[in-house]
């Protein structure tokens, strides 16, 4: 039995890369709270993402939170349903009440004509996610939250280094989370960023992620600890300097499977849209059994026996999830629900070799009608 093949594999530098990189701490002792490799990271960041203000975290989720918290929402957000636990755990875990709109069946973004109708005197904000990577439809949205005084929260979890029209995926709306977990194009071990565009938010999110602290004896928010360590920032560090590489590396395996997949029966593929570059993140795939005979659950499986683990991300949607029960009655999302029943995620990362795409666009196409 060959070895496992799982959705995706960190990617990592060269231990000699990272060893070099984490080798002054020996001499600094300085191993968190904001120190030199933080401070070098989010400068790197800020440039290479195109965002007028960075601010770095320990993880994606903790961001999330904490932007929402510093933004002082209060009330109900329009968010989707078909992401990951975080998006919906942060609007909750604040306080807030998410309300949930559908997604579009092209690109599994929200669907922005769903909005407007959504809205209450109770709404606050809108959190889209661009998920996948694949760019909500920025224009529309920005609109809608000026004419109802909306705050928008991207969750750009897997949107590192896409642009569209030429910006940064994470300078749209009033605030952008990315990820930066072991799991994405960039990594830091664990990590995530806030890029936001009203530069008070600068001291605010500062100090939440620092315990609300301000000085020594000022303590004026009820913050969290989620601070980016030496180690992390030196991870990123590394791994920012192989971006381009590794976005690279990604795309020609994404080329692999389309050239394998693209245009078959049943099988619904996703693609950059005009404007948008892609980090080539994820690849998601929507099996409609009616045309192509297998169920994503039957493909799974098979995936599976042979020893390969795609994951079935997003299933369950989150107004779906257990701790949720009760909560969402009414909530209508018919095409998340079918999204979310169909869609596998198939191997992606930057070593995946084009040998194993193909073993498995194999073990796929063998069972199509
Ligand atoms: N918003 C969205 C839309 C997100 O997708 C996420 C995270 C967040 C917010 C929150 O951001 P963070 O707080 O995580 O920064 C994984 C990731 O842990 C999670 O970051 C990610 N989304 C989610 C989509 O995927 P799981 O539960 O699937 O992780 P796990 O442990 O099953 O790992 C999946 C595969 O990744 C493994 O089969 C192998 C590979 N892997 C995993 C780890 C931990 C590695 O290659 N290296 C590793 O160190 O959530």
Not at 201 to 225: C, D, H, P, W
Request: some cysteine; proline content about 2%.
């Amino acid at each position: 039995m060959s070895d496992k093949i799982l959705v995706t594999r960190s990617s990592m530098p060269s231990k000699e890369e990272y060893f070099e990189e984490i080798k002054s701490l020996w001499d600094s002792h300085w191993l968190t709270n904001m120190g030199e490799k933080h401070n070098r990271l989010e400068k790197s960041l800020k440039e290479y993402l195109g965002v007028s203000n960075i601010s770095l975290f320990s993880n994606g989720h903790m961001a999330l939170e904490l932007v929402l918290q510093a933004l002082d929402l209060h009330g109900e957000v329009i968010t989707t349903p078909f992401t990951f636990a975080s998006t919906t755990h942060a609007i909750v875990r604040n306080g807030l009440h998410p309300v949930f709109c559908d997604i579009k069946e092209d690109d599994y973004t929200i669907d922005e004509t769903k909005i407007e109708s959504l809205i209450s005197e109770r709404t606050c904000a809108i959190l889209p996610v661009h998920v996948y990577g694949r760019m909500c439809n920025v224009e529309a949205i920005e609109s809608i939250a000026g004419k109802h005084h909306l705050k928008v929260i991207y969750d750009a979890a897997h949107a590192f280094g896409v642009r569209y029209k030429g910006k940064g995926s994470a300078s749209f709306g009033d605030a952008s989370m990315l990820s930066f977990h072991a799991t994405k194009v960039f990594n830091t071990i664990e990590g995530g960023a806030i890029c936001f565009q009203n530069n008070n938010l600068e001291e605010r999110l500062y100090s939440l992620k620092n315990f609300g602290i301000q000085s020594e004896t000022l303590v004026s928010g009820v913050g969290a600890n989620a601070k980016m360590n030496e180690f992390q920032a030196a991870m990123g560090i590394c791994n920012l300097a192989h971006i381009e590489e590794e976005i690279q590396k990604r795309k020609k395996v994404y080329d692999r499977y389309m050239d394998n997949l693209e245009g078959l029966a049943g099988i619904g593929l996703v693609k950059p849209k005009l404007g948008e570059t892609s980090n080539y993140a994820y690849f998601p795939v929507i099996f409609d059994e009616t045309q192509c005979g297998q169920t994503r659950d039957d493909v799974y499986d098979r995936l599976a026996e042979n020893n390969i683990y795609a994951r079935k991300y997003f299933y369950p949607l989150t107004s779906e999830f257990e701790c949720y029960k009760g909560q969402f009655a009414g909530t209508q999302t018919p095409i998340a629900k079918y999204v979310s029943e169909r869609i596998l995620c198939l191997p992606m990362y930057a070593d995946l070799e084009t040998r194993i795409v193909d073993r498995i666009c194999n073990i796929i196409v063998s069972k199509i009608l």
